[in-house]
């Protein structure tokens, strides 16, 4: 059984860091995913980083202030945030393309973590 077990979520100031985890387990994956989403508003891209060689892409909104990793042998994956803004504020999802390069489109993920709340003050 697949699982995305995502985590360090929580509240911060503006300016702040945070890094996320996701912890998967069941099988792996050719490319691992954040998205997130606000109140109101759809789903979006984060970032998003290959099993394999580790390449990375990053949302405009994001870059320079985002660091997305993996760690092979714990299946972990992470994204460390710096800078956050108020605009950062959104729960925060892992996702999982088991075969393809996943990208930036929702679509292509075919599992999904529970989502892990970040709320930015100012």
């Known amino acids: 059984q697949v699982q995305l077990v995502e985590s360090g979520g929580g509240l911060v100031q503006a300016g702040g860091s945070l890094r996320l985890s996701c912890a998967a387990s069941g099988r792996t994956f050719s490319t691992m995913g954040w998205f997130r989403q606000a109140p109101g508003k759809e789903r979006e891209f984060v970032a998003s980083?290959?099993?394999?060689?580790?390449?990375?892409y990053y949302a405009d909104s994001v870059k320079g202030r985002f660091t997305i990793s993996r760690d092979k042998a714990k299946n972990t994956m992470y994204l460390q945030m710096n800078s956050l803004k108020r605009e950062d504020s959104a729960v925060y999802y892992c996702?999982?393309?088991?075969?393809?390069?996943?990208?930036?489109?929702?679509?292509?993920?075919?599992?999904w973590g529970q989502g892990t709340q970040v709320t930015v003050s100012s």
């Open positions: 980083i290959t099993w394999g060689l580790g390449s990375t």
């Open positions: 996702a999982a393309d088991p075969l393809g390069s996943g990208g930036s489109v929702a679509g292509r993920y075919d599992f």
